[in-house]
């Protein structure tokens, strides 16, 4: 089996990437929340 992406993350670093204010920080990022919210997540992003 493959290691998960943010296995050894501590959670302040996951912010930092994946964050919403880190996602609309970028043009793909932005594309991310967009299309999150045309599927209908509940969390569009990693909360506190």
Do not use: D, E, V
Not at 17 to 24: D, E, I
């Amino acid at each position: 089996m493959t290691k998960r992406t943010l296995s050894n993350k501590s959670r302040y670093s996951i912010l930092k990437l994946s964050g919403f204010r880190s996602r609309m920080s970028t043009a793909q990022g932005r594309k991310t929340i967009r299309n999150r919210r045309k599927k209908g997540r509940k969390a569009l992003t990693i909360r506190r």
